[in-house]
């Protein structure tokens, strides 16, 4: 089971664009990778996923190298609400197999005014 | 997408009494569900995989005669924390598993032990 790494806390300001890397160095052939998203007292909430390459979607993007022992969570333009435990997560989403999740601490971003 | 309700969102009880959780997926079916736990500013930890029909398997440490796991249908699986303690006070969530909508989570309940 793929273990990832990720900054335990970031700072940055409303307006700017947030980056955070998660490393996950073992990652499977059949992993993907996932963040998610979770405020305090609420279940964790589905970001994006992605396998290879760049995903893009309405609310964020996650660039991921060819080698995939790396991803990147890029949030646009951040408002005060995106304060929340960022988690990324590798493994077979899909449940086919292996299908148990590791959780690592988080990245708890704080966004300022 | 899919929803999975979590009820209650919050609940108080005495020492020694039991407290049951609800974790409902609508309008999809689960065959598999996951019951977590999270204790203040720390990850989700793992207690326990609920599969319909069948024995729920614990994780290490967990003890599966207080938290009680019936997974009897395909939309409702239920955790029962038994002759609760104020160590058993946390953050409780659950999670189904599909093939079609990968992992879909609860909006978890808050446990409070007095």
Known sequence: LAKTTQ?????????Q????????????????ITWYQQFPSQGPR????????KVTNEVASLFIPADRKSSTLSLPRV?????AVYYCLVGDMKGD???QLIWGAGTKLIIKP | GAVVSQHPSRVICKSGTSVKIECRSLDFQATTMFWYRQFPKKSLMLMATSNEGSKATYEQGVEKD?????HASLTLSTLTVTSAHPEDSSFYICSTLTEYYG????????????
């Open chain 1, 17 to 32: 664009e947030v980056n955070i890397t998660c490393s996950h160095n073992n990652i499977a052939t059949n992993d993907y």
């Open chain 1, 7 to 15: 900054p335990i806390s970031m700072d940055s300001y409303e307006g």
């Open chain 1, 97 to 99: 197999s292996n299908y």
């Open chain 1, 79 to 83: 408002s005060l609400s995106d304060t």
């Open chain 2, 66 to 70: 207080k938290f009680l796991i019936n």
């Open chain 2, 103 to 114: 992992y879909t989570f609860g909006s978890g309940t808050r446990l409070t032990v007095v």
């Open chain 1, 46 to 53: 589905f970001i994006i996923q992605g396998y290879k390459t």
